[in-house]
């Protein structure tokens, strides 16, 4: 490949920046913008609903490149995977996919010989919220994408061992998620919300049974009656699971929405007396990297992604009871307090800035 087909990037599988989702979106939104400024020709594909037009922008440097599909759903998605790849094939350079969803059309990646860099993400199929059929096609996805890709990228050394067991697979190479250390956060966001500093619990998560919403908020309402816990999230008065969830809180559980403001959410991060992560699927995950690099005290779903994460940033729980213990005793003890938050900045300064994660991209792509 030519050194102007190695600068140029094209960046896949997210909705889009800037970010107005989370998640891989919001690394996009991180990522593109620093290697821009490193000399890349950085292009993000946007998908657009189908009433939207399409046509290319620029911002901060990066190309943004939006692709109207007529669908939002799974089909939409889909049709927006295609769409992208065709014309990031056609254009040349390498392509970094965040994500395996569509990994069947990655065939096409390996027989037009483009350099194909996949972000694996964590373990999708044993979700909870998924049906038997999507289960099966999220792992078939896995393994297609390991397969067909040129490298891959684990977020978690757990997933780089799962990786590297399969016989047929591309390198791996392991880089976890970064987060913003915050300092001195201005707490004048939350009085809008009805919570003073350091007499309130967090929880950010997105609202599903792996991520273990209902027992946090079960073991807060009879441990803490206190204080309140503010669980970010959209929830749905519709779905069963979110139901289920803000039936089994008590009076001080508040559920303000999705916020998506980082004033607002970095005040909430650096200010709750203690941040519960009960996230039990996958690697590393971004709302535990930013608990940490917000010293949050953390209170964490005992299993092996998050104490590879969290580290003595944490303490853990198994179930409800032991949630409740956890929270009791984190709440009470303000030098255990100290202790965790203490604990969180050096785990976040040793692996999860943002200058060591984008740097370790670049050295990839290069």
Same mark, same amino acid.
């Given at each position: 490949m030519s050194d102007? *087909?190695?600068?140029?990037?094209?960046?896949?599988?997210?909705?889009?920046?800037? %970010? =107005?989702?989370g998640g891989f979106e919001a690394f996009a939104e991180r990522l593109a913008p620093f290697l821009a400024s490193r000399g890349r020709r950085v292009t993000v594909y946007c998908q657009r609903a189908g009433g939207?037009?399409?046509?290319?922008?620029?911002?901060?440097?990066?190309?943004? #490149?939006? #692709?109207?599909?007529?669908? !939002?759903?799974?089909?939409? $998605?889909?049709?927006?995977?295609?769409?992208?790849?065709t014309q990031a094939i056609r254009e040349g350079g390498t392509l970094l996919t965040l994500g395996f969803n569509t990994a069947v059309f990655f065939l096409r990646h390996r027989l037009a010989g483009v350099r194909h860099i996949v972000n694996m993400d964590g373990i999708e199929w044993r979700r909870a919220k998924w049906s038997p059929p999507i289960q099966a096609w999220f792992y078939a996805n896995s393994w297609c994408a390991s397969a067909l890709a040129t490298h891959m990228v684990a977020d978690h050394p757990e997933i780089a061992r799962m990786l590297e067991q399969r016989p047929l697979r591309a390198p791996v190479t392991m880089i976890p998620y970064g987060a913003d250390a915050v300092g001195d956060a201005d707490p004048s966001p939350l009085a809008a919300l009805g919570v003073e500093a350091d007499r309130f619990g967090l929880v950010?998560?997105?609202? !599903?049974? !792996?991520? /273990?919403?209902?027992?946090?908020?079960?073991?807060? $309402?009879?441990?803490?009656?206190?204080?309140?816990?503010?669980?970010?999230?959209?929830?749905?008065p519709s779905h069963p699971y979110h139901r289920a969830v803000q039936a &089994?809180? *008590? =009076?001080?559980?508040?559920?303000?929405?999705?916020?998506?403001?980082? &004033?607002?959410?970095?005040?909430?991060?650096?200010?709750?007396?203690?941040?519960?992560?009960?996230?039990?699927? *996958?690697?590393? %995950?971004? /709302?535990?990297?930013? &608990?940490?690099?917000?010293? $949050?005290?953390?209170?964490?779903?005992?299993?092996?992604? %998050?104490?590879?994460?969290?580290?003595?940033?944490?303490?853990?729980?198994?179930?409800v009871e032991g949630c409740g213990h956890a929270l009791r005793t984190v709440v009470d003890d303000a030098g255990l307090r100290a202790a965790l938050r203490d604990g969180a900045r050096r785990r976040h300064a040793e692996t999860f800035t943002w200058d060591a994660v984008l740097s370790a991209y670049e050295r990839l792509l290069s």
């Open positions: 102007a *087909g190695r600068s140029q990037l094209h960046i896949l599988g997210t909705r889009g920046i800037p %970010n =107005a989702h939207e037009a399409g046509g290319e922008r620029e911002w901060r440097g990066v190309r943004l #490149v939006d #692709v109207p599909v007529s669908d !939002e759903g799974a089909r939409g $998605s889909i049709a927006f995977d295609w769409l992208s790849a950010i998560a997105r609202p !599903e049974p !792996e991520n /273990s919403i209902r027992e946090i908020v079960e073991a807060w $309402s009879r441990n803490v009656p206190e204080l309140p816990l503010v669980v970010l999230g959209h929830y749905d &089994a809180a *008590g =009076a001080m559980v508040r559920f303000p929405g999705a916020l998506y403001d980082t &004033a607002v959410v970095q005040a909430l991060r650096a200010h709750a007396r203690v941040y519960v992560h009960g996230h039990t699927v *996958g690697g590393t %995950n971004p /709302s535990l990297v930013e &608990a940490l690099g917000a010293a $949050s005290a953390t209170v964490a779903h005992d299993n092996v992604f %998050n104490r590879w994460v969290a580290g003595d940033g944490a303490v853990y729980f198994s179930e």
